[in-house]
């Protein structure tokens, strides 16, 4: 008992110290484990499995839109990575550059790819010729490799994984349409999948995208009021067309700019469910993402006919991932394991249990328990999972609108930011200046222009003059 005991005392409280807290969770889930290379991680096989889930989702929602993937090279010349100039000023201080191949000097340095549009373009003005080659609808998944100063386990390292879509398109309106149809898509996809409540918007252009002419975003709170952007999409017109000479003729055979879209997620999600799900006990995983939704714990395994119980109890449930945990452990240490490793649904199945045709459910997120009869088990466990998806959309969405806060001056914005973790909503004039000294004066950041825009006031928070948006602000990781 001590053992079990000391399992769940090595997490942290996320009330005594919320980054602890991750890093806990992250290693005693076993997660992922640091790397000989600083700021770079190992995702173990608990880890890549929600990455796999998430990859597996995402891709089929792709694929409906039309979407084909494919795969561009890690490394980037300097001169075709310059041919954007304000793509490579907002990505100078981050990349890491190749000089030598072997023992030779390089004539040209390589860029280890921090994102892939200056080689889609490079493909792109090669192999788009005709209005007929239109639209290009790419995606690709892949590892970048950007050179973070301060580093957390999937919230920000050297390299991570993610995939990035990359299309063209005829006219600008069709680029736009992409734009926010692939926005949508991620939100969409946070909700019902990762159990995730997000607010969608337009970022300022302070925030935007290098290079990009309008980047949209969808930002989500996490437990300790800090937001996390979880991905972007950008509508980049013709700006990179024209700097690479991507062109097409029309059906008038007269040359034309294509109009681009780049949009991403990233291995950041899985500190995002972490920190919207996870409690005291470890991680909360959502069944639709969970890599294992039931784990069956037998009692007295070794006992006989148990052990086959539970392995007949798995069969029946097959259309769940589900395991059986048939470990010399306690019955009290795998308890705690499952909560720790966030597996939404345990069955507790005994010598008593099997005599009187029954097994016990736990959720893992509330931790109520129900017996039930066993040829009710298929029917019980489906309800369980589909209940626990849409309980921790709700529990998540009443906290994050608990946590927004709407505020009509500085004073007191500043107060709300200093006091009260979470999303400040105020009005914004729509002057970078005033952006600038928010963030300066209170840390906080602008997340987004939402499309539901609401009117608290006449005037910017900042410094009194006509407001032109309402605005999401808040700091983040």
């Known amino acids: 008992m001590a053992k079990e005991k000391k399992l769940v005392e090595a997490i942290t409280s996320m009330e005594e110290d919320f980054a602890q807290w991750y890093t806990d969770v992250v290693k005693k889930a076993e997660l992922v484990d640091y790397a000989s290379v600083k700021g770079c991680m190992v995702i173990k096989p608990a880890g890549y499995a929600i990455w796999e889930n998430i990859q597996k989702e995402l891709d089929r929602r792709f694929k409906e839109t039309g979407v084909e993937n494919v795969y561009m090279p890690l490394f ?92 063209a398109h005829a006219t600008a309106e069709e680029a736009e349409e992409r734009t926010i149809q692939m926005l949508n898509l991620y939100a969409d996809f946070c909700e019902e999948v990762l159990a995730m409540p997000v607010i969608r918007g337009r970022k300022t252009d302070k925030e935007k995208f290098a290079g990009a ?63 919207v799900h996870g409690d005291d006990s470890g991680l909360v995983l959502p069944p639709r993402i969970a890599p294992t939704q039931v784990m069956i714990i037998p009692i007295q395994q070794k006992k006989e006919g148990v052990l086959d119980k539970a392995y007949e109890i798995r069969d029946v449930l097959s259309n769940f991932r589900t395991k059986v945990d048939d470990s010399d452990k306690s019955p009290g240490w795998k308890f705690s394991e499952a909560e720790m490793r966030g597996i939404p649904v345990r069955i ?31 029917e019980k466990v489906s309800a369980t999972l589909d209940k626990m998806q849409s309980d921790m959309l709700e529990r998540a969405r009443a906290h994050r609108d608990a946590h927004t806060y709407e505020v009509t001056d500085f004073e007191a914005f500043k107060d709300t930011i200093e006091h009260k973790p979470g999303f400040v909503k105020a009005m914004w004039c729509g002057d970078e200046a005033c952006e600038n000294m928010i963030k300066e004066v209170t840390g906080a950041t602008s997340r987004c222009m939402p499309f539901a825009q609401e009117h608290l006031s006449d005037t910017c928070v900042c410094c009194g003059k006509p407001a032109k948006s309402m605005v999401y602000w808040g700091k983040a990781y």
């Open 76 to 167: 980037i010349p300097e001169s075709l990575l310059e041919k954007e100039k304000d793509h490579v000023e907002g990505f100078a201080p981050e990349v890491a550059w190749v000089t030598h191949g072997g023992l030779e000097p390089l004539q040209e340095r390589l860029c280890v790819r921090p994102t892939s549009e200056t080689l889609f373009c490079d493909f792109y003005a090669r192999d788009i010729q005709s209005h007929r080659d239109l639209p290009k609808l790419y995606n690709q998944w892949c590892s970048v490799v950007r050179w973070e100063k301060t580093t957390r386990p999937f919230l920000r390292s050297r390299e991570f994984l993610w995939q990035e879509g990359h299309t």
């Open 213 to 275: 002419e309008a980047t949209y975003t969808i930002e989500a709170l996490m437990h300790d009021g800090k937001a996390l952007q979880s991905g972007t999409s950008h509508n980049f017109g013709d700006g990179f067309a024209k700097a690479f000479g991507i062109q097409y003729a029309n059906k008038d055979n007269k040359l034309e700019y294509v109009h681009q879209t780049s949009w991403g997620m990233t291995t950041r999600l899985i500190g995002a469910i972490i920190m």
């Open 348 to 378: 507790e199945i005994g010598p008593k249990d099997i005599e009187a045709g029954q097994a016990v459910i736990v959720r893992r997120d509330t931790r109520e328990k129900q017996v039930v009869a066993l040829s009710e088990l298929v």
